[in-house]
C-alpha cells in the first residue's frame, strides 16, 4: 500500500462541472501540498494545508486529520484546469515530500 | 511565494555525453532538492544541494553520476552525467522555505522542469 493514495487515477469532465480528487494518506503529516502539473512538465504549488479548508480563486482544498483524508475541489471547471493534480505529505516538519501517483484531469469544453 | 527557473527548458542528448541543468530562485531559500520524474511516473528525489557543502544524495542515486552544486542561496546546477536512454526523464528543481526566510515555512515551490530525451 502506498503511503499517499489518490483517487481516482483518470478523471473526465465537461466544462462547468464540480470536480473532486481525493487523497489518503497512512500516517500522520505536518503539512499536505496539493500540486498542479502541466503538460509540459512544470509544476505549480497550489495549496499546502494541516488542517481546516483553504480556497483560492475556484479551487477549494480541505483536510481531515482525524480521517487522514484531504480532498481537492475544483468549481466550475474548465479545459485549462486540465492537468495532472498530485498530492503530497510531508510527515514531520523537516522530512522530506511523499507524492501520490496523481491524478489525471481532462475537462472538455 | 518564489518563482523558480530552470535552464534549459528540454534537451535531446547523446548517449555518453552530459548535461547541466541550472536553477535560479528569485529568493533566498534555505533548502534546494532536485527531482526526477521518469514518464509516467511520480517524483523521485534525488538529492538535496546543501548551500556551500556537498550534496545529500537519496539512494540509489550517487555523485558521479548526477554531481550537484550549490554555490549561494538562489542558485543550484544538477549534471547528468554520462548519459544513457534510461535517463530520459524530466528534471525539477525545488525550493523549500526554511525558518525566518522570505518564504512561509516548509512551503515547498517547484521549476518548471527540464525535459531530457536521451537517443
Known amino acids: 500500500k502506498n503511503e499517499v493514495e489518490q483517487s481516482p487515477q483518470n478523471l473526465t469532465a465537461q466544462e462547468g462541472e464540480f470536480i473532486t480528487i481525493n487523497c489518503s494518506y497512512s500516517v500522520g503529516i505536518s503539512a499536505l501540498h496539493w500540486l498542479q502539473q502541466h503538460p509540459g512538465g512544470g509544476i505549480v504549488s497550489l495549496f499546502m494545508?494541516?488542517?481546516g479548508k483553504k480556497k483560492h480563486g475556484r479551487l477549494i482544498a480541505t483536510i481531515n486529520i482525524q480521517e487522514k483524508h484531504s480532498s481537492l475541489h475544483i468549481t466550475a471547471s474548465h479545459p485549462r484546469d486540465s492537468a495532472v493534480y498530485i498530492c503530497?505529505?510531508?510527515?514531520?516538519?523537516?522530512?522530506?515530500?511523499?507524492f501520490g501517483e496523481g491524478t489525471q484531469l481532462t475537462v472538455n469544453p | 511565494s518564489a518563482v523558480i527557473s530552470q535552464k534549459p527548458s528540454r534537451d535531446i542528448c547523446q548517449r555518453g555525453t552530459s548535461l547541466t541543468i541550472q536553477c535560479q530562485v528569485d529568493?533566498?531559500?534555505?533548502?534546494m532538492f532536485w527531482y526526477r520524474q521518469q514518464p509516467g511516473q511520480s517524483l523521485t528525489l534525488i538529492a538535496t544541494?546543501?548551500?556551500?557543502?556537498?550534496?545529500?544524495?537519496e539512494s540509489g542515486f550517487v555523485i558521479d553520476k548526477f554531481p550537484i552544486s550549490r554555490p549561494n542561496l538562489t542558485f543550484s546546477t544538477l549534471t547528468v552525467s554520462n548519459m544513457s536512454p534510461e535517463d530520459s526523464s524530466i528534471y525539477l528543481c525545488s525550493a523549500k522555505g526554511g525558518a525566518g526566510g522570505p518564504i512561509q515555512y516548509n512551503e515547498q515551490f517547484f521549476g518548471p522542469g527540464t525535459r531530457l530525451t536521451v537517443l
Open positions: 503530497a505529505r510531508r510527515k514531520t516538519s523537516g522530512s522530506r515530500l511523499t
Open positions: 494545508l494541516s488542517s
Open positions: 529568493s533566498q531559500v534555505t533548502m
Open positions: 544541494a546543501n548551500q556551500g557543502s556537498e550534496a545529500t544524495y
